[in-house]
RNA sequence: GGCGUGUUCGUUCAGUGGUGAGGACACCGGAAUCUCAAUCCGGAAACACGGGUUCGACUCCCGUACGCGCUACCA
């Protein structure tokens, strides 16, 4: 590996669906691997069993390839494995034997009610909480005591001997933040949890300190959540006599709970899953170029190509949490979806309703031509203001669903979308439209059909009139058009209404709109 | 409670010891228009508060408020 290159690793827990802080941090994890010429890593934290979720791996997995964040080591390939942690159970048995054996780690019998007591007498008393000092009661017995409980079959925890003072205080540095300061730990954290479950499976602290070491990581990328952990790691890697990880702690990308204003939460706010944005088929693109846009700014400000090319600064990365902005994701998706051909278009929906949308595969399949010709109009290379009508995969039923025959449903003349128009004369102006209706191919000579019909059936010849005299009109051209475009789109709003008629052909036109009268 | 961390337009990202505090999205108004969308032009809109330091502070320091995190055999 060339010289500075990092070496980054994702921890995600498989305790439910991908945050989508998760993906955010793998973004950065890969981005800055990739350009020193480092690896990225994926390890599964599941030492916490009790709260794993089934199938939540996988789910990982498909959510990062799908947003093209794959790492160079992970459970299918890789030398440093294995890459989950319940799968580690005898490396960090050796180790805590090395400690136990240098007396750097203890046996610790104390029971959950005792250590409940043990708080809540700290709490009474204002001293801080924790397993320190004289309230470490197993920090010091004697061997006899603890052969006594070892006998006994009791079961037990480690725990590291830290060798932190009171009052003492550490500083270090971040990538992100410069040089932080905070009270050096003092707390005998349990490295191995209970003695009476299997597999034996250290903590987050221990591993992280034995994984990362062992992985050859050299900068860990985690949320800021960390920060009050460190001078922990730091005493767990000085003690195990392991050269220092660098650290970057980033800013949360939402919070999950909280009461005030705008916080993020798993249960109202849908977007804080990773599943949200694939389900609704926002392009990979459009959500790495706004999740780059966010952790540098600078990106923001560059065109897609160039900013997902432009390698990511820690430095340049904020430090308050910002809130995702699905509004201005879309915006930057609508931006990018309008620079596609209608085939790249149809490309990348079709993998996505594979999962979503099945029925829409067989259409567009079946009706790949007018899928084209669809997706055609007031779009591509030729067009200066390309339509920005569609924002993710979901859009296109909604917005291009009614060219299909087989998707459209005809309207009726008393329908809502017509705006309340007496459905007299919607019939009247439909029957006059259809019985005259001329397929012409220039746009202006076919707006004239529509144009004839306004004087006959008391339509103003153009908006301002109509303002000036309401009364005297059921409406202008504008509402004309609109009973046109209703009646062939379902919607009162479509791409231009003369390429819409081309494009459905004459019969349908008329199909549709002879359902008016 | 203790410790840590943060606070610039509605949102987001910038930024400087002396600025007209910038961009983007959203919003409002106008142009254009057969409807939307898009486009073009214009507008409103922010340095949490209070003390210092300084000729001068949004910027540096201290404090307050508020947010968030840690204080677990959760990560």
């Given amino acids: 590996m060339p010289e500075g290159a990092k070496v980054t690793r994702l921890g995600p827990s498989p305790t439910g669906f991908l945050h989508i802080g998760g993906l955010y941090v793998g973004l950065l994890d890969r981005d800055i691997s990739t350009n020193s010429g480092g690896a990225y890593i994926v390890r599964v934290e599941d030492t916490d069993q009790a709260r794993e979720v089934e199938g939540a791996v996988e789910q990982f997995n498909r959510a990062f390839e799908y947003f093209g964040i794959v790492p160079d080591e992970a459970d299918d390939r890789g030398a440093y494995g294995p890459y989950h942690q319940s799968q580690r159970e005898s490396i960090y048995l050796t180790y805590v034997r090395e400690m136990l054996r240098q007396d750097k780690a203890y046996l610790c019998f104390a029971t959950k009610d005792e250590l409940a007591d043990i708080t809540a007498r700290q709490q009474a008393t204002k001293l801080p909480t ?7 009661i197993w920090r010091d017995k004697s061997a006899e005591e603890v052969q006594a409980k070892l006998d006994a079959g009791e079961p037990y925890v480690v ?3 830290s060798p ?10 971040d990538a992100i933040r410069g040089t932080l300061e905070h009270e050096a730990n003092r707390n005998d954290v349990v490295i191995l949890k209970a003695s009476d479950q299997s597999p034996r499976l250290p903590t987050y602290h221990f591993a992280h300190a034995v994984d990362d070491h062992l992985m050859r990581v050299n900068l860990v990328i985690r949320g800021e959540e960390w920060i009050s952990s ?10 195990l006599g392991f050269e220092r990880v660098e650290y970057a702690h980033i800013a949360p990308l939402m919070k999950q709970q909280g009461g005030s204003r705008r916080k993020l939460s798993k249960r109202k706010d849908p977007e804080a899953s990773v599943d949200f944005y694939i389900e609704a088929g926002f392009p990979a693109r459009a959500v790495q170029y706004y999740l780059r846009g966010l952790a540098n700014g600078r990106l923001a400000e560059l065109p897609l190509d160039e900013a997902l090319s ?22 930057i998706s609508a931006d990018l979806v309008a620079t596609m051909s209608g085939e790249e278009i149809i490309d990348a929906i079709k993998p996505w309703a594979q999962t979503y949308d099945p029925a829409l595969v067989e259409l567009l399949d079946n009706e790949r031509e007018l899928a084209l010709k669809a997706l055609a109009v007031e779009r591509g290379a030729d067009v200066a203001n390309p339509r920005k009508d569609l924002r993710k995969w979901s859009d296109f039923r909604p917005a291009y669903g009614f ?12 329908d809502e979308r017509l705006g309340g128009l007496d459905p007299k004369i919607v019939s009247a102006v439909a029957a006059d439209f259809a019985n005259n209706y001329q397929h012409l191919e220039d746009g202006q000579e076919w707006f004239g059909q529509i144009r004839a019909l306004l004087e006959p059936h008391g339509f103003a010849p153009n908006p301002k009139e109509f303002k000036k005299n309401p009364d005297a009109y059921h409406g202008s051209i504008r509402e004309a058009a609109q009973l046109i475009r209703v009646a062939l789109t379902g919607s009162t709003r479509s791409p231009d209404l003369h390429a819409v008629a081309r494009t459905l052909g004459e019969d349908e036109v008329l199909r549709r709109v002879r359902a008016l009268v």
Avoid: M
């Fill in 230 to 239: 460190v001078p922990t790691h730091l005493q767990l890697f000085d003690t």
């Fill in 130 to 136: 924790g397993y320190y000092g004289r309230w470490a």
């Fill in 159 to 161: 725990r590291f001997r």
């Fill in 310 to 331: 432009s390698p990511i600064s820690l430095d340049d990365c904020g430090v308050a949490g910002p809130l995702v902005d699905l509004v201005k994701l879309e915006d």
């Fill in 403 to 414: 060219f299909f025959p087989a998707l459209f449903e005809l309207v009726g003349n008393d």
């Fill in 164 to 173: 932190g003072k009171a009052g003492e205080r550490v500083s270090f540095s």
